[in-house]
């Protein structure tokens, strides 16, 4: 499978859907002969309900995954909305690979810091089983990652068990308030992150979460005396189009869709001081 033309959608069938929370479920798609085209973790893709619309993803599974691509998708629209309905054998239209990706080769030799809020494990999930894949090449993995709620925390099967039991891992889980089901860490990942107190030395810190989220736990790492080119984020939930047309995702001279959505804290703090 060779790269894609963005710009022209293909055809793909839905394999099965799985409920992860009250408004997330997770697509798996493919094409006649698995997934539709190459891409790098961190990279997106736009998928069309005729007649609904279409709408841009993060894809959630890692490159190494060449049966099909997932998707873990919030509720949040139209779009979204009628994929939450879809069944098994449906088809769908799909265009991409957007964006530019995480940088797997600038991580290399590096520990690994992955702190995700909500359905903003859904990026980071597809870098992280990138890593799992090529264990040999990164240093240890700690994982910290929070939701609302335990019934709002998605994949829990890779967070309580896949996860943890990998090599050199930790995984590190918490959820905004006391529950009655719930006998693990409580409090919000930003603050979860400074208790912890991760050292930055030879250490990347790479997050995605809801923007407030993302605003404290950048604010963390700061303290922790974490180098802002050692911090990386990105910015999907700005884009629309995909290919720095309709200008939803400006930011001073930077388009997200094509210069991101991934942005190392360096680049961000280049930037206007809307995010």
């Not at 085209?37 to 609904?52: E, H, K, R, T």
């Not at 996860?163 to 930003?190: C, I, M, R």
């Given at each position: 499978m060779g790269k894609a033309n963005p710009l022209m959608p293909q055809t793909v069938t839905v394999l099965d859907i799985t409920t992860e929370t009250p408004d997330v479920k997770t697509l798996r798609v493919a094409g006649k002969e698995g997934i539709p085209f190459d891409f790098m973790p961190g990279q997106c893709a736009m998928l069309s309900v005729p007649p609904v619309g279409e709408a841009i993803f993060s894809i959630t599974s890692s490159p190494h995954c060449r049966d099909c691509l997932e998707f873990s998708i919030k509720r949040v629209g139209d779009v979204s909305?009628?994929?939450?309905?879809?069944?098994?054998?449906?088809?769908?239209?799909?265009?991409?690979?957007?964006?530019?990706?995480?940088?797997?080769?600038?991580?290399?030799?590096?520990?690994?810091?992955?702190?995700?809020g909500g359905i903003g494990l859904a990026p980071l999930r597809s870098l992280i089983g990138y890593c799992f894949a090529n264990r040999e090449e990164y240093g240890h993995i700690d994982i910290v990652y929070g939701a609302?709620?335990?019934?709002?925390?998605?994949?829990?099967?890779?967070?309580?068990?896949?996860?943890?039991?990998?090599?050199?891992?930790?995984?590190?889980?918490?959820?905004?308030?006391?529950?009655?089901?719930?006998s693990g860490h409580v409090g919000f990942v930003p603050s979860y992150v400074s208790e912890l107190a991760f050292t930055p030395e030879n250490r990347i810190a790479v997050t995605c979460g809801p923007p407030i989220m993302i605003k404290f736990v950048l604010q963390a790492l700061e303290k922790?005396?974490?180098?802002?080119?050692?911090?990386?984020?990105?910015l999907e939930m700005r884009?629309?189009?995909?290919?720095?047309?309709?200008?939803?995702?400006?930011?001073?001279?930077?388009?997200?869709?094509?210069?991101?959505?991934?942005?190392s804290l360096a680049q961000l703090n280049e930037l206007p001081s809307e995010y």
């Amino acid at each position: 499978m060779g790269k894609a033309n963005p710009l022209m959608p293909q055809t793909v069938t839905v394999l099965d859907i799985t409920t992860e929370t009250p408004d997330v479920k997770t697509l798996r798609v493919a094409g006649k002969e698995g997934i539709p085209f190459d891409f790098m973790p961190g990279q997106c893709a736009m998928l069309s309900v005729p007649p609904v619309g279409e709408a841009i993803f993060s894809i959630t599974s890692s490159p190494h995954c060449r049966d099909c691509l997932e998707f873990s998708i919030k509720r949040v629209g139209d779009v979204s909305g009628v994929l939450h309905e879809l069944v098994s054998g449906r088809q769908l239209g799909i265009r991409g690979p957007y964006g530019n990706g995480f940088p797997v080769d600038e991580m290399k030799g590096k520990d690994l810091l992955f702190i995700g809020g909500g359905i903003g494990l859904a990026p980071l999930r597809s870098l992280i089983g990138y890593c799992f894949a090529n264990r040999e090449e990164y240093g240890h993995i700690d994982i910290v990652y929070g939701a609302r709620s335990p019934a709002d925390l998605v994949r829990k099967s890779e967070i309580g068990e896949t996860w943890p039991e990998q090599p050199d891992s930790t995984v590190y889980l918490t959820v905004d308030a006391e529950f009655p089901d719930w006998s693990g860490h409580v409090g919000f990942v930003p603050s979860y992150v400074s208790e912890l107190a991760f050292t930055p030395e030879n250490r990347i810190a790479v997050t995605c979460g809801p923007p407030i989220m993302i605003k404290f736990v950048l604010q963390a790492l700061e303290k922790l005396n974490f180098a802002p080119e050692h911090v990386i984020t990105t910015l999907e939930m700005r884009m629309k189009c995909g290919v720095g047309k309709c200008g939803r995702c400006n930011l001073g001279s930077v388009y997200v869709c094509k210069d991101g959505p991934v942005f190392s804290l360096a680049q961000l703090n280049e930037l206007p001081s809307e995010y």
